[in-house]
């Protein structure tokens, strides 16, 4: 079993930049492929980034490839989402999430089983 706590949104201005973290317990955290989601008002949650279990292979949606950085540290263990040149597109709460069912990149909602509560990003124009 797998909990995850997001920490880190807020409000941010325009080209400004935000890193998440979700901290993980349990004992598959190193076996898990991890992935961000995010979810804006009105629409449905939305993939972000997601990275794989030994931290070699990352994958981004267009929108914040070259923008985001998703890494992890197995030790601690931690996974982040460093974000930069945040538009107000970015406005969404965001949701890390784990799998128990691959441990390469995985990009559909359906691939993961654990999901912690989301933290707000707000970027204001």
């Known amino acids: 079993q797998v909990q995850l706590v997001e920490s880190g949104g807020g409000l941010v201005q325009t080209g400004g930049s935000l890193r998440l973290s979700c901290a993980a317990s349990?004992?598959?955290?190193?076996?898990?492929?991890m992935g961000w989601f995010r979810q804006a008002p009105g629409k449905e949650r939305e993939f972000v980034a997601t990275?794989?279990?030994?931290?070699?292979?990352?994958y981004y949606a267009d929108p914040v490839e070259g923008r985001f950085t998703i890494s992890r540290d197995n030790a601690k263990p931690t996974v982040f989402l460093q974000m930069s040149s945040l538009k107000p597109e970015d406005t969404a709460v965001y949701y890390c999430?784990?799998?128990?069912?691959?441990?390469?990149?995985?990009?559909?909602?359906?691939?993961?089983?654990?999901w912690g509560q989301g933290t707000q990003v707000t970027v204001s124009s």
């Open positions: 349990g004992r598959t955290f190193s076996s898990n492929t």
């Open positions: 990275i794989s279990r030994g931290g070699t292979t990352t």
């Open positions: 999430a784990a799998s128990d069912f691959t441990g390469s990149i995985a990009t559909q909602t359906a691939a993961y089983n654990h």
